[in-house]
């Protein structure tokens, strides 16, 4: 196949083969490179349809079963794509990504046992491969097999130190395991490999923060917004940290910022109706809890909330209080605050009766 550079390159390709095809629908070759620029074009419907026509056509390529597995799988006709992948692996049993593919096909199927074996068939074909041992890896951890996937992530770091998601992967098991100290020090591992990654940063934080390291969490928060300062996430868990250093003023900025990038994040919504009753600015606390309710019709919180400031109203609004209060004891029958509040609502009612 000739070497094309650009989208439109490929396109006015992809238009010149077809009228090849039209002239003859029966040569494989045309048809295999009208699959592949089609696929990288992101039309996989007609990828499967030109890597159909070769197997139609005779040409059982293991190859064309394997692309036409791929193509399948990413349009979520995964039974049919295992029997290519299989069919594939018959010809070619030593195609590591094929054992890779048909694994990953089998996750999603919930079939780890089955993927496990193909992952392993990789790691035999190529044990240093780190790339092998990183989908190993990731595997067992979901599978709640630590011990065997730290070792595994530990030997990726040493083959290829600039593996930033083994590095990842490897601190994410150290802290779900309680080693705070260790984890951190292979975040700041992974760190040292990409300086601008926002992702990271932002996942740093966000540990530091579990840990109450709260002054690291939010400079490691802020470094993320600093590389990518367009994710409402980044600035909604900043919000949070600030609040949990009392820094309120901060924190409202930033849950401001959290919704103008992402208005359906009801949190920050809930956020901004906490901090604002806190300070007493009822009227638009009672703004922020509706919109949450409006957002999250089963938030049972914000029926709270939105419930005590109806009480504590210059002309309280006790029968819209209960209502909501009813409606969060409905929603949450164990929540003890609901359950207090409306009792206390029912009594001030039949005092105003």
């Given at each position: 196949?000739?070497?094309?550079?650009?989208?439109?390159?490929?396109?006015?390709?992809?238009?010149?083969?077809?009228?090849?095809?039209?002239?003859?629908?029966?040569?494989?070759?045309?048809?295999?490179?009208?699959?592949?620029?089609?696929?990288?074009?992101?039309?996989?419907?007609?990828?499967?349809?030109?890597?159909?026509?070769?197997?139609?056509?005779?040409?059982?390529?293991?190859?064309?079963?394997?692309?036409?597995?791929?193509?399948?799988?990413?349009?979520?006709?995964?039974?049919?794509?295992?029997?290519?992948?299989?069919?594939?692996?018959?010809?070619?049993?030593?195609?590591?990504?094929?054992?890779?593919?048909?694994?990953?096909?089998?996750c999603d199927t919930?079939?780890?046992?089955?993927?496990?074996?193909?992952?392993?068939?990789?790691?035999?074909?190529?044990?240093?491969?780190?790339?092998?041992?990183?989908?190993?890896?990731?595997?067992?951890?979901?599978?709640?097999?630590?011990?065997?996937?730290?070792?595994?992530?530990?030997?990726?770091?040493?083959?290829?130190?600039?593996?930033?998601?083994?590095?990842?992967?490897?601190?994410?098991?150290?802290?779900?395991?309680?080693?705070?100290?260790?984890?951190?020090?292979?975040?700041?591992?992974?760190?040292?490999?990409?300086?601008?990654?926002?992702?990271?940063?932002?996942?740093?934080?966000?540990?530091?923060?579990?840990?109450?390291?709260?002054?690291?969490?939010?400079?490691?928060?802020?470094?993320?917004?600093?590389?990518?300062?367009?994710?409402?996430?980044?600035?909604?868990?900043?919000?949070?940290?600030?609040?949990?250093?009392?820094?309120?003023?901060?924190?409202?900025?930033?849950?401001?910022?959290?919704?103008?990038?992402?208005?359906?994040?009801?949190?920050?919504?809930?956020?901004?109706?906490?901090?604002?009753?806190?300070?007493?600015?009822?009227?638009?606390?009672?703004?922020?809890?509706?919109?949450?309710?409006?957002q999250a019709p089963?938030?049972?919180?914000?029926?709270?909330?939105?419930?005590?400031?109806?009480?504590?109203?210059?002309?309280?609004?006790?029968?819209?209080?209960?209502?909501?209060?009813?409606?969060?004891?409905?929603?949450?029958?164990?929540?003890?605050?609901?359950?207090?509040?409306?009792?206390?609502?029912?009594?001030?009612?039949?005092?105003?009766?």
């Amino acid at each position: 196949m000739s070497e094309i550079n650009t989208p439109e390159e490929i396109k006015n390709k992809i238009k010149v083969l077809r009228f090849k095809h039209t002239k003859a629908p029966r040569d494989m070759a045309v048809c295999n490179e009208l699959a592949f620029l089609s696929y990288l074009v992101g039309d996989g419907k007609s990828a499967e349809k030109y890597w159909r026509k070769i197997l139609e056509l005779g040409n059982d390529d293991p190859y064309v079963h394997a692309n036409l597995g791929t193509v399948l799988c990413e349009s979520g006709k995964l039974s049919e794509a295992q029997k290519h992948y299989l069919v594939a692996l018959k010809k070619i049993p030593t195609d590591i990504t094929l054992h890779n593919n048909l694994a990953a096909l089998l996750c999603d199927t919930n079939r780890h046992d089955e993927a496990e074996t193909y992952h392993r068939k990789a790691l035999e074909l190529q044990p240093n491969d780190p790339q092998n041992l990183y989908h190993l890896a990731a595997l067992l951890i979901n599978r709640q097999k630590l011990e065997e996937a730290e070792q595994l992530l530990r030997k990726i770091t040493q083959i290829d130190p600039k593996f930033i998601e083994s590095f990842i992967f490897l601190a994410r098991l150290l802290a779900d395991t309680q080693r705070p100290d260790e984890a951190l020090q292979t975040y700041k591992q992974a760190i040292s490999l990409n300086t601008q990654n926002a992702s990271l940063y932002h996942e740093i934080g966000f540990y530091l923060h579990r840990l109450g390291k709260y002054e690291e969490a939010r400079s490691n928060y802020n470094k993320a917004i600093y590389y990518f300062p367009h994710e409402a996430i980044y600035f909604y868990d900043l919000g949070n940290t600030l609040v949990a250093l009392k820094l309120y003023e901060e924190a409202e900025t930033n849950y401001r910022k959290t919704l103008q990038l992402n208005p359906k994040c009801y949190n920050a919504a809930y956020h901004l109706g906490q901090l604002h009753l806190l300070r007493g600015s009822l009227h638009t606390a009672i703004e922020h809890f509706s919109s949450v309710i409006h957002q999250a019709p089963k938030h049972y919180l914000a029926y709270n909330y939105l419930a005590t400031i109806y009480l504590k109203l210059p002309q309280p609004q006790t029968q819209n209080a209960i209502q909501l209060l009813q409606i969060a004891c409905e929603l949450q029958p164990d929540f003890e605050p609901a359950r207090k509040n409306l009792a206390f609502a029912q009594r001030l009612k039949e005092q105003e009766d």
